[in-house]
C-alpha cells in the first residue's frame, strides 16, 4: 500500500508552490483537496452525461438521473442506512442542519422544550438551534468540557431530562477533534424520547461511520471535507421522522400535484431536493467514496494519529506554544491541533506561515461560543488528513519557530 508521499501524487493541487515554497496544506478541516479521480470524474459528467436528471424521458437525462440515485444509494453503503429514501442530498452540513431545524424544529418543539447542544458546537449546529427557541420559546442548554476537552460526563447524566426534545451534538468537534461518545448520548437522549440530531462534518471524512450504530436520528455531513467538490452535503434521517415532516423548500421536482391553491409533496428523498439537483457534485461524491473506501479508514485514522503523535511533543517542547483541548495523544483524537503563539495573533501567525508556504486556519472556525468558553477570541488551527506526512509537520513547526522572532519578540 502507498505511504503519504504516494498519496500526494493523486492530488494535482498539492504538487504546487505556494509563495514559492512546496505547499504544506493543513486546513484539512475547512477543506480537502481533490483527487485526480474525483476531478475526472466531475469533468466526465460535465463533458459526456450532463442533463438535467429526474425530468427528461431521452437518454442523456436517464443517465444524468442514474448517476444521481448512484451516488444516493453509495451514500447509503457509506454511512450504514437502512434506505436510500433517508439520504437526503443538500449543498452542505451546514444545509442538512438548517433542514432540520426548520423543518422538524420549527414543527415538533413548543413554549418551555429544551434543546440541548455541546459547547463545542460549530456555528452550523447551534445558530439554527438559537432561531427554533427563539422561534418557539424553547430553551436552549448546553453540555460543556472537562479540562481535557471532553464533554463533562456530569452534564451528560443531568442535563438530558423529561424536557429535552434536542440532543443536537458533533460527532467531532472542529477545533478539539476530539470523537463524542454519541452512542452513549443517543441512548440517554431516547430514554427521555428525545430526537438525537448529529454533525458529521468531522467525522465522515476521518473514522468509519455507522449512522444506526451511533443510534443517530439525523445525521449531517460535507461532501467537501471529504475529497468531493463544494455544493454537495448529506442529510441522513430516519424515515419515519422525515416522512412526518413537511418540505424545507419548495418549488420544482418536489410535488406530487400542484393546483391553483393547493400542492401535494413527494415522496423521499424527492420531498425535501427542490429545484435542479447538484448531479455534478453527486458523480463527484461517488468517486470520492470510491477512492477513501480504496485507501481504508484503518489506514485514514492510523496516519492521522501518527502525524498528531508525532507533533505533540515537538510542540510542546515550544514554551510560547499552547495548546486548546488536549496535549497528549490519544485513541479518540482525530489530527486537529489547536494552539497560539503566546503574544501574537492566529491571524499574525498564519500571515506569517503562508510565507513559508504552510497553509493553517486562524480565527474563532466558526466555534465562538468554545472560544469564549477557552478564554480566547481567536486560535489558530492545523488540521492532517492521510495525504499529510512528517515532512509537513517539519515545515510547519519550523516555520512556526520564525513566528515570535518576525514579531520581534524575541525566541
Ligand atoms: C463540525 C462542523 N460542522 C459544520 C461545518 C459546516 O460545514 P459546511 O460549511 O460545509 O456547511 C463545519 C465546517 O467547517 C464543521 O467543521
Known sequence: MPDAHDFRRDFPLLKQTMNGRPIVYLDNSATTQKPESVIRAIGEYYGQDNANPHRGAYALSIKATDIYENARERARRFIGADDAREIIFTRNTTESLNLVAYSYGLNYIGPGDEILLTIAEHHSNLVPWQQVAHAKGAVLKYIYLEKDGNL???????????????????????????????????????????????????????IAVDVKALGADFFAFSGHKMLAPMGIGVLYGKSALLDAMPPFLTGGDMID????????????????????????????????????????????????KELVAYALPRLRELPYIELYGCDTARDNKLGIITFNVKDVHPHDVSTILDAEGVAVRGGHHCAQPLMTYLGQNATCRASFYFYNTKDDVDRWIAALKKVREVMRLGA
Open 152 to 206: 463533562s460526563p456530569r452534564d451528560l447524566e443531568t442535563k438530558i431530562t423529561a424536557r429535552t426534545k434536542i440532543v443536537a451534538v458533533t460527532h467531532v468537534s472542529n477545533v478539539l477533534g476530539l470523537v463524542n461518545p454519541v452512542r452513549e448520548i443517543a441512548d440517554r437522549a431516547h430514554a427521555k424520547g428525545a430526537v438525537v440530531v448529529v454533525d458529521g462534518a468531522q467525522s465522515v471524512p476521518h
Open 257 to 304: 400535484d400542484v393546483a391553483e391553491q393547493e400542492t401535494t409533496f413527494a415522496e423521499l428523498p424527492a420531498k425535501f431536493e427542490a429545484g435542479t439537483q447538484n448531479v455534478g457534485g453527486a458523480a463527484g461524491l461517488t468517486a470520492a467514496i470510491d477512492y477513501l473506501e480504496e485507501v481504508g479508514f484503518d489506514r485514514i485514522h492510523a496516519r492521522e
